[in-house]
T-cell receptor, first 111, second 117 residues
């Protein structure tokens, strides 16, 4: 699976959009980009995933660049409850269902 | 999203005892479940892949005789930490692969915090 690079931490004001970047320059054509988040002392929560098209659900939007070498997770109106570690994970068929977690980005939403 | 539960949510035990943790997929059948371990201020580390009706696949460095995994049904996997020692104290998290949808997604349980005295 391709390696991902994320900033270790980010801050965001409550009510503003939070844009979390992820670099995955070695991604291959059949690998998906997954985003999970982990609120302190809880299990990770699935947010969204995509292959090459932009995706949106009730939680967030995922913007994948045309060359697929990077992506951005967008939380449109961040709340204090969105404070968590956000993990960007690239997963392909060769890994089966295994998810490899990196260090993620600690997002802190400030009042 | 799909729901995965774990029981117990936390456990304290004496050194040398065995502890069993249950992971259940509540609204879907999971042929594959996963067990992770997370130490303080660290990321999740995959311990093993649990396959229904067959032996688990362990990651390198994980002792299969110490961490016994049983996946006897499509909705239940158990992790037994045998002869637990203080260094086994950690946050244990399971996940289950939901086969529905156009691309399988893993859903995680809330985790079990183990403290070995």
């Amino acid at each position: 699976d391709a390696k991902t690079t994320q900033p270790p931490s980010m801050d965001c004001a409550e009510g503003r959009a939070a844009n979390l970047p992820c670099n995955h320059s070695t991604i291959s054509g059949n690998e998906y980009v997954y985003w999970y988040r982990q609120i302190h002392s809880q299990g990770p929560q699935y947010i969204i995933h995509g292959l090459k098209n932009n995706e949106t659900n009730e939680m967030a939007s995922l913007i994948i660049t045309e060359d697929r070498k990077s992506s951005t997770l967008i939380l449109p109106h961040a709340t204090l409850r969105d404070t968590a570690v956000y993990y960007c994970i690239v997963k392909g068929e060769t890994s089966g269902s295994r998810l490899t977690f990196g260090e993620g980005t600690q997002l802190t939403v400030n009042p | 999203g799909a729901v995965v539960s774990q029981h117990p949510s936390w456990v304290i035990c004496k050194s040398g005892t065995s502890v069993k943790i249950e992971c259940r997929s509540l609204d879907f059948q999971a042929t594959t479940m996963f067990w992770y371990r997370q130490f303080p201020k660290q990321s999740l580390m995959l311990m093993a892949t649990s396959n229904e009706g067959s032996k688990a696949t362990y990651e390198q460095g994980v002792e299969k005789d110490k961490f016994l995994i049983n996946h006897a049904s499509l909705t239940l996997s158990t992790l037994t930490v045998t002869s637990a020692h203080p260094e086994d104290s950690s946050f244990y998290i399971c996940s289950a692969r939901d086969p529905r949808g156009y691309q399988e997604t893993q859903y995680f349980g809330p985790g079990t915090r183990l403290l070995v005295l």
